[in-house]
């Protein structure tokens, strides 16, 4: 399902402008590898400070910047995906990616002093669809870093085992198993067009408070997700049955008068916001299985939805 972003690699590197130039590929890896804007930003920034540290002498000694930065990068990465892991067992109830508008539709816009957000620079393909990386959350660390840095930016094995600290032989087996991971949690890929219309009857179920029409869009055995990290209101334990996630819907619905959904792009793929009162409270995403909803992953932590709500980066 992977989309390969393509790595870039052998090219003159050693002008300033060009290893500035690195930073939309590195918050792409990040990103993958993270989940969290805020947190590839500083695994960035981090691979940056060591980068301007070194002396004129010794960034010249390197032969590819890229690389470099790279390698450093995904390092900080690998560290703080081992302590995010610690973190998220204290975290209350299901710890969700958090989500990226399209760009067009991202109320905040670009960070203002001439500063460009993160989630401004992440390429939205397969690689970072909502379902895509819930798996990734699935992985360890090190299969993680491998999965993501070969499979979806084709970094070679030998690159790849100076990050992990294993042997090529040994990345190339993590790699293995992140896949059969992704294989066995993914069905197969619908058509944004199909998506879109799908979704578009969900939302138009959901604003009827139709529990038979919510019914017959969700596969029997779909599951339902939410996201409040103890800051607002969410079901604790995902909501599973098609029958049981309609009522909760509905529900929702009956508790929030004046909310409105709105059909917005969420990681590149066909999704929902619900707004109230002008503010969003939740982006849903959604993935399908034959043809019905199988998925649905309500972010409700508002910390996570400040690029949605306009109170992003200034």
């Known amino acids: 399902m992977s989309t390969p972003s393509g790595p870039v690699r052998d090219r003159p590197e050693q002008h300033p402008s060009a290893v500035v130039g690195e930073r939309r590929q590195l918050i792409d890896v990040a990103y993958r590898l993270l989940g969290s804007p805020a947190e590839a930003e500083d695994a960035v920034q981090e691979a940056y400070a060591r980068w301007y540290a070194m ?14 930065l790279t390698t450093v990068a995904g390092r900080v990465c690998l560290d703080l995906l081992g302590s995010a892991r610690v973190r998220r067992e ?7 990616p958090e989500p990226l508008p399209d760009r067009a539709e991202w109320i905040g816009g670009s960070a203002g002093g001439g500063r460009t957000d993160p989630a401004d620079l992440i390429t939205l393909d397969e690689s970072v669809t909502m379902a895509f990386l819930v798996v990734l959350e699935s992985m360890t660390p090190a299969e993680r870093v491998a999965f993501v840095l070969h499979d979806v930016f084709r970094y070679p094995f030998p690159e790849i085992s100076e990050i992990v600290g294993r042997a090529p ?7 293995s198993s992140g896949r059969r991971r992704l294989r066995a949690a993914q069905a197969p890929a619908t058509p944004v067009v199909g998506q879109a219309v799908l979704v578009r009857h969900f939302k138009e179920a959901w604003e009827a408070r139709d529990i038979r029409a919510l019914v017959g869009l969700l596969d029997p055995d ?18 599973e049955g098609s029958g049981r996630i309609a009522q909760y819907v509905v529900h929702i619905a009956d508790r929030a008068p004046g ?7 969420v990681n590149g793929r066909p999704g929902l916001v619900a707004q109230h009162a002008g503010t969003t409270v939740t982006v849903a995403a959604f993935d399908l299985t034959g043809g019905r909803i199988s998925r649905i992953w309500a972010v409700r932590n508002p910390e996570k939805l400040r690029r949605w ?6």
């Open 55 to 68: 002396s004129r002498q010794q960034q010249e000694a390197v032969v590819s910047p890229g690389a470099w």
């Open 169 to 175: 032989t040994a990345c190339r087996q993590l790699a």
């Open 309 to 314: 709500t306009g109170s992003g980066p200034n």
């Open 222 to 239: 779909a599951t339902m997700t939410a996201d409040g990290g103890g800051l607002v209101g969410a079901v604790l334990r995902p909501v």
């Open 90 to 96: 204290r975290y209350v109830g299901p710890w969700i």
């Open 259 to 265: 909310l409105t959904l709105l059909e917005r792009t």
